[in-house]
């Protein structure tokens, strides 16, 4: 096996790769990342056993074809350390890898090929095409959501439907849920299933492009594929709570305000706030919205924010993080806040209807007792 590349040509998709390899694995050969050359196209795999990610590049001249697996973190090293411009020269002897590139030569030694694990991932059933630029506004609007080692594994992870020709994808903690639907409809048949949460993690971190992204999902693995890659996670076998049930139906009363506004109002209180729960307190009266925050050394931060309400008086108690966290995912400078009493959730979501092109975002807010 031999082959040459510019740096710049092999960093990007190794990039990629290395960020799915675990550093500290159980078995050696997850430590590495699996090299594979056929004629000009020369293809990077890694995977942890849940995710797989194979980034694909070509080159300028064949090489001789091969196959091998190296250590990923050292490689990525060697070709982050070697200076810009630089041309890699690759070679396979006799079990050793060589690595040469202007004065420096590194060897580094190998595992063979076949001893690396592929994620099985069998026939997709529903497959679609989806632009990138959609996926990873659906995706980032709604991840902050998911729960982080929850005993409920299925909220470990993100929900993706197909209902009625309609896209949508759902995260919850079991505090908060946040919902986006996608604008256009979707020729697929209709399916449920939970994406776990480092998949969903480093599937935003490659979209980046306008090129379209052909998805296929299957019983129990879903696949991302473009030009430059091939993105494989397992799914969670699980069955994803009835979010519909959660989302507030009749909430009479109803805040609009100017985001920007409230993010620094709640950011400022924040400061003050119990550092463990996380409290606030607002107030609601005619036009004005009073937040409170409070800790255990009884320091107390107060604002007054203008904003449009008509209804009676309200106080209700809210994590300020979580309120944080969806002002800083909605994007439009108005946002509406919608209550009913203080032991119900709150809903919150952009004050105008969303462009043509922009997904449909909703969260819904569990409130706290104060």
Known sequence: MKFSISREALIKPLNLVAGVVERRQTLPILSNVLIVLEGKTLSLTGTDLEVELVGRVELDAAGVDGEITLPARKLVDICKSLPEGSNIEFALDSGKATVKAGRSRFT?????????????AGEGSVALSLEQALVKQLIDGTAFAMAQQDVRYYLNGLYLEILGGRLRVVATDGHRLALATGPARVEAADTGVIIPRKGVLELSR??????????????????AANEQFTFTSKLVDGKFPDYERVIPKNADKSV???????????????????????????????????????????????????????????????????????????????????????????????AEPPAE??????????????
């Open 108 to 120: 580094l030694s190998t595992l063979p090929a076949a001893d690396f694990p592929a994620v099985e």
């Open 206 to 223: 490659l979209l980046d492009g306008d090129a379209p992204l052909e998805l296929a999902i299957g019983s129990n693995h879903l696949r």
């Open 256 to 350: 609009i305000g100017d985001r920007a506004e409230l993010k620094q109002a709640f950011t400022r209180t924040a400061i003050l706030s119990n550092e463990k729960y996380r409290g606030v307190r607002l107030k609601l009266a005619d036009d004005s919205l009073d937040i409170t925050a409070n800790n255990p050394e009884q320091e107390q931060a107060e604002e007054v924010v203008a904003v449009e309400y008509g209804g009676p008086e309200l106080e209700i108690g809210f994590n300020l993080s979580y309120l944080l966290d969806v002002l800083s995912v909605l994007d439009q400078a108005r946002v509406q806040l919608s209550l009913s009493d203080e032991a119900s959730s709150a809903l919150l979501e952009h």
């Open 357 to 370: 092109q922009e997904p449909e975002r909703l969260y819904v807010v569990m409130p706290m007792r104060l």
